[in-house]
């Protein structure tokens, strides 16, 4: 039977809405917890470490994200920084004599 024409079974007990499966109750009760994690920024709320992150990366200007790819891509002998993790092996066979300077 589709999920519309389903009798509904499964209720909340903090609101009494109903739900067909008990996976949509699961998913729905998260509404009724405390969060868990919150945004420093913006002052939002999240039920899942996952959301932050993602909110976080909204609030950091585009400097910022370059800064921590380049920083990523930084190399270890001489702390030259690359756009790219292909630019810095390239760069790497200075340091190992295969590729001139």
Same mark, same amino acid.
């Given at each position: 039977l589709p999920i519309s024409?389903?009798?509904? =079974?499964?209720?909340? =007990?903090?609101?009494?809405?109903? $739900?067909?499966?008990?996976?949509? =109750?699961?998913?729905?009760?998260?509404?009724?917890?405390?969060?868990?994690?919150?945004?420093?920024?913006?002052?939002?709320? $999240?039920?899942?470490?996952?959301?932050?992150p993602v909110n976080q990366q909204i609030h950091k200007p585009e400097e910022d994200s370059e800064k921590l790819m380049l920083e990523k891509n930084k190399c270890n002998e001489c702390g030259k920084n690359f756009t790219s993790m292909s630019y810095l092996n390239r760069h790497m066979l200075i340091h190992t004599g295969d590729r001139k300077s």
């Open positions: 024409t389903r009798e509904r =079974l499964y209720t909340c =007990l903090k609101c009494r809405k109903k $739900f067909s499966l008990s996976s949509q =109750l699961n998913i729905h009760q998260r509404v009724h917890r405390k969060a868990l994690y919150n945004s420093q920024e913006c002052g939002r709320n $999240f039920m899942l470490s996952s959301e932050q």
